[in-house]
């Protein structure tokens, strides 16, 4: 039932390697998937759990949608386009997983570490010709210290407006992020991974209270096959730089962080466990006009809604629902936060967006799951100085101003088999229908633009796993 310990640099540091560790139900599959008690660390002793999986992943979409091991949902072409008569198939192994887990306790103070990584970084432009040589990347690396009741982290993590599984943890077993392996993961959820301070109270077992300052983004489109907004004629030499538009770096300014609070309830119903969630979005933009020397500014923010319930053993429902103005960002940059009128004053843009859907772990060796997912982008639109449209969704604009995405999906994985002490091996897939209806058509044109993509993930899990965070 427990753990392994093997010393090394005099008792200070402890690697660990899992023996026996009891099977529990699975809420994720893209991490080790055993999880048991494992040993809390020694005072003034660090404890270390490697994690991951080496992966294989085969994508097969009906149209040629170009965006690797990422579906770009805002940008699903056309069936009268060249792209929309295309089909694409791909191998990638983008999707292995490196990372690792440390643990100490010193001064009756739990001090967690995490760091994950995985191969979906920079490429070349040459990249599939020869080598496929894809870019490591960071995706999370943060710091959580605890004591009694507070809880502080502070690094890169899921952001606090990503739906939890549980209370209001960091730990990726506890945020929803659907079993989905598109690494868009699915329309509708929000989400990001960014650099945060978060300060967490645990008021008891069942509440949780946090707290998140957040890295901020003037997002005006762009991203994940959205369109960016149009601005004004005379304005968008000195407001482009001023913006996100999917390709902006670290140029864009910011007022402030973004700042997200969240409330978690996870008691026993009919001796089931569930999870409710309320969370809060306060954002700002500012911007400078050159011509009148002036600046402008709004701020906005947005609501989120979560439910998570054991229906039945093993058999979980999911509901999650997102309204915002300005919020565009977090749901996968589907929608712009804001526009720009013709004066330089901002124009916040409301979105909103839903995940449901269940996940039901039949037994250790099979797993289905299924999710609706659709997220909706409000017309915001402005008459320039010209007389022209601008901003977002007007008359005329262009076919990337999306007025709703939706997609669904259906998923399943097979263990075939499970060791601790040897790592496991599972086959994934996915399948999923997309569907996205721009604001503005021209006549003849479709008046929407569909897809199907497969994904199909051969597995090895690398042995041992890191565990739920330590119980108080």
């Known amino acids: 039932m427990w753990g392994e310990d093997r010393k090394d640099c005099a008792g200070s540091v402890r690697i660990f390697e899992a023996r026996g560790t009891r099977r529990e139900h699975?809420?994720?599959?893209?991490?080790?998937?055993?999880?048991?008690?494992?040993?809390?660390?020694?005072?003034?002793?660090?404890?270390?759990?490697?994690?991951?999986?080496?992966?294989?992943?085969?994508?097969?979409?009906?149209?040629?949608?170009?965006?690797?091991?990422?579906?770009?949902?805002?940008?699903?072409?056309?069936?009268?386009t060249v792209s929309g008569h295309l089909s694409e198939f791909r191998f990638t192994a983008q999707n292995t997983r490196l990372g690792a887990r440390f643990d100490a306790?010193?001064?009756?103070?739990?001090?967690?570490?995490?760091?994950?990584?995985?191969?979906?970084?920079?490429?070349?432009?040459?990249?599939?010709?020869?080598?496929?040589?894809?870019?490591?990347?960071?995706?999370?690396?943060?710091?959580?210290?605890?004591?009694?009741?507070?809880?502080?982290?502070?690094?890169?993590?899921?952001?606090?407006?990503?739906?939890?599984?549980?209370?209001?943890?960091?730990?990726?077993t506890d945020v929803f992020s659907t079993q989905n392996l598109d690494h868009a993961i699915q329309v509708g959820l929000t989400w990001a991974r960014q650099p945060q301070f978060r300060v967490i109270y645990h008021a008891n077992r069942t509440v949780t209270f946090a707290v998140s300052l957040e890295a901020a983004e003037q997002y005006g489109g762009g991203s994940a096959g959205a369109g960016e907004i149009t601005l004004p004629a005379l304005l968008a030499s000195s407001y482009s730089p001023q913006l996100d538009l999917g390709e902006s770096t670290f140029t864009a300014p910011d007022l402030h962080p973004d700042l997200i609070a969240k409330v978690a309830f996870d008691p026993m119903v009919a001796r089931r466990n569930l999870h409710f969630e309320i969370a809060g979005l306060l954002s700002s933009v500012r911007f400078f006009n050159p011509q009148d020397q002036s600046k402008h500014h709004a701020t906005g923010g947005g609501i989120l809604v979560g439910l998570n319930y054991e229906a039945f053993k093993n058999f979980r429902l999911i509901a999650n629902g997102f309204y915002s103005n300005g919020g565009g960002r977090y749901i996968f940059g589907l929608a712009p936060n804001v526009i720009i009128n013709a004066?330089?004053?901002?124009?916040?843009?409301?979105?909103?967006?839903?995940?449901?859907?269940?996940?039901?772990?039949?037994?250790?060796?099979?797993?289905?799951?299924?999710?609706?997912?659709?997220?909706?982008?409000?017309?915001?639109?402005?008459?320039?100085?010209?007389?022209?449209?601008?901003g977002y969704g007007y008359p005329g604009s262009p076919l990337n101003h999306n007025r709703s995405v939706q997609q669904f999906t259906f998923g399943y994985t097979h263990t075939f088999w499970r060791d601790p002490n040897y790592g496991g091996l599972q086959l994934i897939g996915q399948y999923s229908h997309l569907v996205r209806h721009?604001?503005?058509?021209?006549?003849?044109?479709?008046?929407?633009?569909?897809?199907?993509?497969?994904?199909?993930?051969?597995?090895?899990?690398?042995?041992?796993?890191?565990?739920?965070?330590?119980?108080h």
């Open 26 to 80: 699975v809420e994720r599959r893209d991490r080790a998937h055993v999880i048991g008690r494992f040993p809390r660390p020694a005072r003034d002793e660090l404890l270390i759990r490697a994690d991951g999986f080496l992966d294989l992943t085969a994508i097969l979409r009906d149209t040629n949608i170009g965006s690797g091991i990422a579906t770009n949902f805002g940008g699903i072409p056309f069936s009268n």
């Open 105 to 172: 306790h010193h001064g009756g103070v739990d001090i967690l570490g995490l760091l994950e990584t995985d191969f979906v970084g920079f490429s070349p432009g040459n990249v599939a010709v020869t080598t496929n040589s894809n870019g490591l990347r960071i995706r999370l690396g943060w710091l959580d210290v605890r004591k009694n009741k507070w809880e502080m982290l502070g690094g890169q993590s899921w952001s606090l407006l990503a739906p939890n599984r549980k209370g209001t943890s960091p730990i990726p």
């Open 343 to 390: 004066d330089g004053k901002p124009s916040l843009v409301h979105s909103a967006s839903t995940v449901s859907g269940f996940e039901y772990q039949v037994n250790a060796n099979n797993l289905f799951d299924a999710y609706y997912g659709g997220a909706y982008a409000y017309r915001s639109s402005a008459i320039d100085t010209n007389g022209q449209f601008i």
């Open 438 to 471: 721009p604001w503005s058509v021209p006549l003849g044109q479709p008046s929407d633009a569909s897809a199907n993509f497969i994904y199909l993930s051969f597995r090895y899990l690398l042995p041992g796993t890191p565990p739920a965070k330590p119980e």
